[in-house]
């Protein structure tokens, strides 16, 4: 077995490992994996030791984990940290956002293909809320974009949601590189770190002129899609109520 094999076997049986103990608290707790209930973050950090020593494979086998972890609702806030004691902040960066990319593609496909024809039965009756998901489908990039970039809106879960709304994959994967700006500092503080047990800690270094550039960008983010999607909203209601009352 060569070793992209071996990787792509690690990726299934981590993805497993993940759903099996998230289901099954007790098995975890009987096998020893665990002491006191699954513990994603110190999981993670125990994978990022292990690619630390893969050499060159390694960015094969992180971008791989964080496909895992983004369709499985781990943190990847410590991926992403760890990507920048790992690698180092241009090819974590990369590594970052190639693996956030592809995991968040295969999270909007299973809402899109398992979880959207039940929301599609079920605004079927409601005009209005069909008009606003559509409205919300034609201005999805702008959407999508602002999102990303703010750190208030969960990316794992909002990977989902899109899923069973009306914007297009095309817009979706285009918004997402909404994320870019976020992962390199995120990934430039975990740098800063040198060490993958701190971390997530309060022991890991941190650059104060970063970290409030990132709550800036998140506030003006977090404001203009709140703005923007409650525009869209109302001039979708008004133009459903004058079809409706014709």
Known sequence: ?????RLSLFAVAAFAIVILLNTNPALAQETGIIAQGFNPQIWLKNALEWINNQGAVGGIAFML???????????GSILTLGAG???????????VFIGATIGA???FLVGRYIARGWVSKKIAGNEKFAAVDN?????GLKIVLLTRLSPVFPFNLLNYA??????????????TIGIL?????????GSLAGNIATIGTGDQPSNPTVVWTIRIVGFIATVAVTLYVTKVARKALNESTSIGEQ
């Open 135 to 139: 409205a919300v489908g034609r201005e």
């Open 85 to 95: 004691v790992v690698f180092g902040v241009f090819l974590g960066s990369v590594y």
């Open 181 to 189: 700006p976020g992962t390199v500092m995120y990934v430039y503080l």
């Open 1 to 5: 077995m060569n070793k992209f094999s």
């Open 105 to 107: 593609i295969a999270a």
């Open 162 to 175: 899109y899923g069973v709304t009306g914007v297009s994959l095309k817009d979706y994967i285009l918004g």
């Open 65 to 75: 984990l964080y496909i895992v972890a983004t369709v499985a609702f781990l943190p």
